[in-house]
């Protein structure tokens, strides 16, 4: 997809990744973004136009489509963290915001503007997934199912969309310096890094864009999965109880 002239929608676009895909958009030539948000903050570009958007809310997602009827690029990224066990006694509390933002909203988001890309000639849809979408971690484990879940829609999503013309890209990687990873010590990309890596992802027209090494380690770990991954997983998780508990 040629991102010079685009009309994107970028939802979670307050802060992080999101706001630096608003960024990193105009810089690549798109001639404007609408910036989607719970709270949607002003701008002072003509070209960023904020949207209250909050992507569980259906009613609220179909009047956006009703009226953004000129997008042709949809950025899927808002998304909520948090880790959880799933022994903790709000767990199911947590999946299930988790469950609502990160994978239904994507799924109401993707139904409401396929036919608005469809009618601009199929344009992009971009769903920002994790590393975690293919291994879970007890430390997070309502999270991983949440980006799990959000991994096998963009898979249906691409069947789906693809009479029409519509690239649909997933986006993995790992931590990101955001507010979301405040306070994890660990290797961090900057949102820069990422918006570069996922636009050159949607110019090439790619299907999938592993942004950082760790998530393509991951995915090469997948067909032995049970032997590579999970051994460092549960080393790590049983070290974390025996600390908690000494």
């Known amino acids: 997809m040629q991102l010079e002239g685009s009309v994107a929608l970028v939802t979670g676009a307050n802060r992080g990744l999101g706001c630096d ?39 609220q997602v179909a009047d956006a489509a009703a009226r953004l009827t000129d ?5 899927n990224n808002a998304g909520i963290g948090g880790g959880r066990t799933l022994l903790a006694d709000d767990t199911v509390q947590v999946a299930r915001e988790q469950i ?16 608005v890309l469809a009618a601009n000639g199929g344009g992009a849809l971009v769903n920002i997934h994790s590393v975690l979408s293919w291994l879970a971690h007890p430390s997070a484990a309502t999270y991983s199912a949440s980006k799990a879940a959000v991994w096998s829609l963009t898979n249906s999503l691409r069947t789906v969309l693809r009479a029409q013309g519509t690239q649909v890209l997933g986006v993995h990687v790992g931590y990101i310096d955001t507010d979301m990873t405040e306070g994890i010590e660990a290797p961090k990309l900057t949102p820069a890094e990422v918006t570069a890596k996922v636009l050159e992802g949607i110019a090439a027209g790619r299907e999938e864009v592993l942004v950082d090494q760790l998530s393509a380690d991951v995915k090469s770990a997948l067909p032995n999965d049970l032997e590579l991954l999970y051994p460092n997983v549960q080393a790590e998780y049983d070290q974390a109880v025996a600390a908690a508990t000494a």
């Open 71 to 75: 997008v042709t690029l949809v950025i």
């Open 21 to 59: 895909f608003t960024r990193a958009l105009l810089a690549a030539g798109a001639s404007k973004v609408y910036a989607g948000a719970r709270n949607p903050e002003p701008s002072d570009d003509p070209a960023v136009v904020p949207v209250r958007l909050d992507v569980t809310d259906p009613a």
């Open 100 to 115: 609502e933002v990160n994978y239904l909203g994507p799924l109401t988001v993707a139904r409401a503007f396929a036919p």
